[in-house]
């Protein structure tokens, strides 16, 4: 009974000190061997995935940023074949999103829309890109099982991390000790953002230029926050939502007959235009527009939304994407509409509202996403650990502040005329709506000397549009295209 007791004894304390001690190695890596078929060719490809510091000013670890890195077999010049480095948005989202639903080689098991299905997995992505590149998926501080050192408490410097433009410094410098690691500095290379990684990929691409003296071939940015207009508010950015209302509005069939009849993308042509040209001058008076021209830009505004002109007038034109998604269907069918993805429908307690109680499409992808990364990583990588993998993480507050990233953007790709542009947008997604991703565009290079340079791609869904079968196809193939056409090939950098 004694020798039980003592055993017992043993393996609770064994187990306490294993608990206190859930934590990743700095520096590590697992590798694996699998194969794809991508577009009807089957291959092999290597997967590492691991961790890898984050080093302050002496050269003494303050993070360690987990990542998972593909390179294709049997390629005969690495140094020509380009690397996509690929990053998530938030801030404090994992690198989840675009690895297990989009460029990788894995995908999840859903349906051709998006949905959850059960059980839940993954299977092979016949459309991922990497058959043209190698890919790293990076999870930033805090994100996915990546951790800062400590994980937590007074000592965590967060302004090393947690801001517009120290996660840009630390990215970069991280990226040129990865680069270095795997002997990547002679291939092209491209970086891919998604959602505030918009933000973050204007900016790495100045910050690798000029502080890392890493030249980059493209920059791919995809439903891309620009917080100059999302957060700055009033009459540009309000206005710039109405093309979204024209897309969600016909895709839920709450147009009129005469708009309803026609194509999407016969549409939304009419709706930008009277945005630029109409609605934005009109709230820009605000109280001292006259009683006529303010009625006759609600009867249109509502012509292109599918509201009332009431709920227009209301609003005095500047109508919150909050309130659309509450009220679009609630005299139809009562049902709210995504957020990120207005195709999908949310049931409120009540019908009667403001706003949604919950976001009804991230709820949705939750359900497929946070166990298809966890089975993966453990299983079919082999990275094994207790650690929580975080795809949301804490980050917050979030330093805003000297958001310069659309000019670096400008910056960079002045100084280097390799650099060009792909912008991917879904037409539904409500929170970095697609005409605010085309404004951003325009605006980077006010003088329209580089406009060549820069490619926009809508597809028929939201926020991750590539959740859609057809468009995961679409958009992957307008990725490989673009990298196909921005290789140089010998061709010098010059003007």
């Known amino acids: 009974m004694q020798r039980l007791f003592l055993f017992s004894l043993l393996i609770l304390s064994l187990n306490i000190s294993l608990s206190q001690n859930r934590k990743l190695p700095?520096?590590?890596?697992?590798?694996?061997?699998?194969?794809v078929t991508v577009n009807d060719a089957a291959?092999?490809?290597?997967?590492?995935?691991?961790?890898?510091?984050?080093?302050?000013?002496l050269g003494e670890p303050i993070a360690s940023l987990h990542y998972t890195y593909y390179t294709r077999n049997n390629v005969k010049n690495r140094a020509s074949r380009p690397l996509l480095i690929s990053f998530n948005g938030g801030p404090g989202s994992g690198s989840v999103w675009m690895h297990l639903a989009y460029t990788g080689p894995r995908i999840l098991k859903i349906d051709d829309e998006g949905y959850p299905v059960q059980p839940y997995g993954v299977k092979q992505n016949p459309y991922s890109i990497l058959d043209v590149t190698d890919i790293v998926y990076v999870n930033p501080a805090n994100t996915g099982y990546s951790r800062t050192i400590p994980e937590s408490g007074k000592e965590v410097d967060r302004s090393k991390f947690f801001g517009i433009n120290a996660d840009i410094k630390y990215l970069a410098e991280w990226l040129n000790t990865f680069v270095t690691r795997n002997n990547r500095w002679s291939s092209p290379k491209y970086i891919i953002g998604e959602s505030y990684g918009g933000t973050r990929v204007m900016g790495l691409a100045l910050a690798l230029q000029n502080q890392q003296w890493m030249y980059l071939n493209g920059v791919i940015m995809v439903s891309p926050a620009d917080y100059k207009v999302i957060r700055v508010g009033g009459p540009v950015s309000s206005a710039l939502n109405l093309p979204y209302y024209t897309a969600a509005a016909w895709y839920q069939k709450a147009l009129g007959n005469d708009l309803q009849q026609k194509d999407?993308?016969?549409?939304?042509?009419?709706?930008?235009?009277?945005?630029?040209?109409?609605?934005?001058?009109?709230?820009?008076?605000?109280?001292?527009?006259?009683?006529?021209?303010?009625?006759?830009?609600?009867?249109?505004?509502?012509?292109?939304?599918?509201?009332?002109?009431?709920?227009?007038?209301?609003h005095n034109l500047d109508v919150p994407t909050s309130y659309f998604w509450k009220a679009l269907l609630r005299d139809k069918s009562g049902y709210t509409i995504g957020r990120l993805d207005s195709r999908y429908l949310g049931?409120?307690?009540q019908i009667s509202?403001?706003?949604?109680?919950?976001?009804?499409e991230l709820t949705s992808w939750l359900h497929s996403f946070t166990p298809a990364i966890n089975y993966y990583l453990q299983e079919e990588l082999q990275f094994k650990t207790d650690i929580k993998y975080n795809m949301f993480g804490p980050v917050r507050p979030w330093d805003n502040k000297e958001?310069?990233?659309?000019?670096?953007?400008?910056?960079?790709?002045?100084?280097?005329?390799?650099?060009h542009v792909l912008v991917q947008s879904g037409y539904y997604d409500g929170a970095t709506t697609y005409f605010n991703a085309k404004y951003t565009m325009w605006q980077v290079d006010p003088s329209g000397r580089m406009r060549d340079r820069f490619q926009f791609k809508g597809y028929r869904s939201g926020h991750m549009m590539y959740?859609?079968?057809?468009?995961?196809?679409?958009?992957n193939s307008d990725?490989?295209?673009?990298?196909?056409?921005?290789v140089a090939k010998g061709k010098s950098a010059k003007y």
């Not at 509202?353 to 009804?360: F, I, K, L």
């Not at 990725?479 to 921005?486: H, N, P, Q, S, V």
């Open 26 to 35: 700095i520096d590590t890596v697992v590798t694996t061997q699998h194969s």
């Open 43 to 57: 291959f092999t490809y290597t997967a590492k995935t691991g961790t890898q510091p984050v080093w302050d000013e």
């Open 264 to 314: 999407l993308l016969d549409i939304l042509p009419e709706s930008e235009s009277y945005t630029i040209n109409t609605v934005i001058p009109a709230i820009a008076k605000g109280g001292f527009i006259s009683d006529s021209e303010k009625n006759s830009v609600a009867e249109k505004m509502a012509y292109y939304s599918g509201l009332t002109k009431k709920e227009i007038l209301d």
């Open 347 to 349: 049931l409120d307690k």
């Open 353 to 360: 509202g403001s706003e949604p109680d919950y976001n009804s």
């Open 403 to 419: 958001d310069d990233t659309r000019d670096n953007l400008r910056q960079a790709m002045a100084q280097n005329p390799y650099l």
């Open 467 to 475: 959740l859609r079968k057809e468009d995961l196809e679409k958009a």
């Open 479 to 486: 990725i490989r295209l673009f990298i196909e056409k921005t």
